[in-house]
């Protein structure tokens, strides 16, 4: 099967620093990557389209000085959550789309901003 | 804005019951996705339609698509104890160059108690 990895599970940051949070497919590249918000209870809202080698497509509302996205290769992509305040803090979900209609899902990184 | 809606947002059963959740939209799409989600983890892809097809089945799950309803359903047959989760819908709009973008649903949060 398609395997997405994402780093880290869990961070734990003070307000006004930065947190990276990577996604991989391990076992395929990825032609697109998408990054999700999810808050509790709630649907996955995307933030973002990432394709390799070019600048990442943002959705209406998220603001892409905030939340920097970086797609260096097939196989990763990253997220940098700039500045971070509490209400920044969500599960964020990326995924991973290979030459098919299906993405797949990483694990989900919890950011907890206190 | 939010595409897919799915219904009831939550439903709980006996084992061995079915669970029958369903979910609408509101423009064309190119395909329908179904995803199960467990308490604070990543998703997992269950089933995916084409807006071409109208049933299909994998396993003891069985998804129907109404394109002149704009509506699909998900049946789990014989439930167990272990499909408590969320389900999530999720549609891929009938767009060229979408880059394959996926519209989450609400989601159903079904508890299956044994």
């Known amino acids: 099967g398609a395997v997405v990895s994402q780093h880290p599970s869990r961070v734990i940051c003070k307000s006004g620093t930065s947190v990276k949070i990577e996604c991989r497919s391990l076992?395929?590249?990825?032609?697109?990557m998408f990054w999700y918000r999810q808050f509790p209870k709630q649907s996955l809202m995307l933030m973002a389209t990432s394709n390799e080698g070019s600048k990442a497509t943002y959705e209406q509302g998220v603001e892409k000085d905030k939340f920097l996205i970086n797609h260096a290769s097939l196989t990763l992509s990253t997220l940098t959550v700039t500045s971070a305040h509490p209400e920044d803090s969500s599960f964020y979900i990326c995924s991973a789309r290979r030459q098919t209609y299906e993405q797949y899902f990483g694990p989900g990184t919890r950011l907890t901003v206190t | 804005s939010q595409q897919g809606e799915e219904d009831p947002q939550a439903l709980s059963i006996q084992e061995g019951e079915n669970a029958t959740m369903n979910c609408s939209y509101k423009?064309?799409?190119?395909?329908l996705q179904w995803y199960r989600q467990n308490s604070g983890r990543g998703l997992v892809h269950l089933i995916l339609?084409?807006?071409?097809?109208r049933e299909k089945h994998s396993g003891r799950l069985r998804v129907t698509l109404d394109t002149s309803k704009k509506s699909s359903s998900l049946l789990i047959t014989a439930s167990r104890a272990a499909d408590t989760a969320s389900y999530f819908c999720?549609?891929?709009?009938?767009?060229?160059?979408?880059?394959?973008?996926?519209?989450f649903g609400k989601g159903t949060l079904l508890t299956v108690n044994p």
């Open positions: 076992d395929f590249q990825a032609t697109t």
């Open positions: 999720a549609t891929d709009p009938n767009s060229g160059g979408s880059n394959y973008k996926l519209t």
């Open positions: 423009t064309s799409i190119n395909n």
């Open positions: 339609i084409r807006s071409n097809e």
